[in-house]
């Protein structure tokens, strides 16, 4: 059985989920269990701990999701003071929040905490104001999703309480880690009670999730979703090699070629999502850029857009991207290679979602031929290569657009009165009919650009003798800010990276050195900061302490310890 079909005879009702939960997950449609969920939920029904290791999109949210609603409203169990949370799930972006607390709301709506009162799912992520959250939370909240570095400094600011836990649950804790949240994930575990349910769900397991599971996790029970690969087999995997230059020309040829839905265009920087999508939009198509500098408001404006039809492709930077459940995502476009396999997987992830089927292509430059063996081999799958598609094929395609769209048309109302005004210059003029519609296209159209004309060969180049290898060169537009935390406050260069970046939605790229003092650090990060980071990071806690970021002056003389963040 594939990993991502449903299993036919079972349901959830078979599986002794409640009637509640499992009449709000049919109105969804939802009625047979996903491998993952079929495997976890027996497991975390009887209360036991949980490890989860299956890609994204196969279904985890219900795997832990319906258990936790399941323990904390059943008859009899233990509960805290009402208001005071029950579970808690830890996740590591604000859009996986965002769905993960959605979802649950869903399964939830026919459910009860008390007597008359309906459970209530509150998500507290960084980005936005503090008050609306705080508020949320004093109404009282039965189930928390949310990122690492806001519920750290919520429950140190005392606003949220985390004694009253009975399950914990961590989900894409590989993402947490590598996005450098393990200090604050630990500070977290170390404040719930000591007996609780801990459910830990990963798409990978390296050393570091297995060193946490042993340390916070009670005997537990591990799950894995075995594949012959590591990314879904019902994603079309291929690869294109292009040289740099030429990217966008490529971008330009596979949009004009390859039918899509919508898509996802990865690039490494923020500035370059800019740059592509300004440059897509001035050839003609619907596009939009997101990365961590943009408002969230404005993300989800994007997002919601993405959804409805309005764009078709999304230019994103690996952070920004994470967490996107959109059903129109029928491909990803791999503009620019990751350097590491895991962020491969899990941008490809976005397509190909709950066992629909999705497209990846990967653009590849000759010096890149390395990392795509790296690719090839973590994921267990070998990439087909593809051709660039040709200026004939675009042509091609265009001309067949031009004819469906005189087509389509033709069958427009108001045709009449624009074919009485033909007939009538026609007459008048004694030009042919043809001459006069290739005119009127002539209007709505660059005639000289409309047909794509071929590339004049490279100009080859001589070989630029070197004697010796080229010194690297330094790290250029960043600058060193100082923060009120040190040493003294026993933070580390991972709880400085974790809670700026989601705070300020930066991503690891974005800082460089950072020195830990005794009651301050430097932090090396972009020397033009948007307005809207600096304004976010105003009220960024760290250890309950505001950082008080501003440029570094360097008159104390201190010479703080020293680390380094790749």
């Not at 991972?494 to 003092?517: Q, Y």
């Amino acid at each position: 059985m594939s990993p991502l079909l449903h299993t036919p005879h079972l349901t959830f009702a078979s599986l002794g989920v409640r009637d509640e939960i499992v009449r709000a997950l049919a109105e969804e449609g939802i009625e047979h269990p996903f491998a993952i969920q079929e495997l976890t939920l027996p497991l975390a029904l009887a209360g036991d701990d949980v490890i989860g290791q299956a890609r994204t999109g196969m279904g985890k949210t219900f795997g832990f999701g319906v258990p936790l609603l399941q323990r904390i409203t059943t008859a009899g169990a233990d509960r805290p003071l009402s208001g005071i949370p029950r579970a808690l799930i830890v996740v590591p972006t604000r859009e996986l929040c965002l769905q993960v607390s959605g979802d649950l709301a869903t399964a939830a709506k026919y459910l009860h905490a008390d007597e008359g009162r309906r459970l209530s799912v509150v998500s507290i992520y960084g980005g936005r104001p503090y008050e609306p959250q705080i508020e949320s939370l004093r109404a009282g909240a039965d189930v928390v999703v949310g990122t690492p570095g806001r519920l750290l400094d919520l429950a140190q600011q005392g606003h949220l309480q985390l004694g009253g836990l009975s399950v914990l649950v961590l989900d894409e804790a590989d993402e947490m880690l590598q996005m450098g949240f393990a200090e604050d994930v630990e500070r977290i575990l170390s404040d719930t009670p000591e007996y609780k349910q801990v459910a830990l769900f990963s798409a990978t397991m390296p050393p570091a999730i297995r060193k946490l599971t042993a340390k916070y996790l009670h005997e537990p029970l591990e799950v894995t979703v075995e594949t012959k690969t590591a990314t879904a087999e019902n994603i079309s995997q291929r690869y294109i090699q292009v040289a740099g230059p030429r990217k966008m020309d490529a971008l330009t040829r596979v949009l004009e070629v390859e039918p899509f839905e919508a898509m996802i265009v990865f690039v490494r920087t923020k500035q370059a999502t800019e740059e592509v999508a300004e440059r897509l939009g001035a050839r003609g198509f619907s596009a939009a850029a997101i990365n961590g500098d943009i408002a969230q408001a404005q993300r989800e404006r994007t997002i919601a857009a993405l959804k409805e039809g309005s764009i078709d492709i999304l230019v994103a930077t690996d952070v920004a991207a994470r967490g996107l459940d959109v059903d129109r995502i029928s491909h990803v476009l791999n503009y620019d290679i990751p350097h590491d396999t895991e962020s491969y997987v899990h941008r490809i992830g976005r397509t190909g979602r709950a066992g629909r089927s999705g497209t990846a292509l990967l653009f590849v430059s000759p010096r890149e031929r390395h990392l795509l063996k790296a690719i090839e081999k973590a994921t267990r799958q070998k990439l087909a290569e593809a051709e660039l598609p040709s200026v004939e094929d675009v042509n091609a395609q265009r001309v067949a657009k031009f004819a469906d769209s005189i087509t389509d048309t033709l069958g427009s109302p108001g045709i009449e009165l624009f074919r009485s005004l033909v007939e009538d210059y026609e007459r008048e003029h004694d030009v042919p009919m043809a001459d006069i519609a290739a005119a009127l296209a002539l209007q709505s159209r660059d005639g000289d650009a409309f047909l794509m004309k071929p590339e004049p060969p490279p100009e080859r180049r001589p070989k630029e003798r070197r004697d010796k290898p080229a010194k690297p060169r330094p790290k250029d537009g960043f600058a060193t800010y100082r923060i009120a935390v040190g040493k003294r406050h026993k933070v580390g260069p991972g709880a400085i990276v974790g809670a700026i970046a989601n705070e300020g939605g930066l991503h690891r790229s974005d800082f460089g050195h950072i020195t830990i003092g005794p009651d301050f650090s430097l932090v090396e990060l972009p020397a033009k900061l948007p307005r809207s980071t600096l304004k976010a990071l105003e009220r960024t806690r760290i250890s309950g302490v505001l950082i008080n970021l501003r440029p570094d002056q360097r008159r104390d003389g201190a010479k703080p310890r020293r680390k380094h963040v790749g």
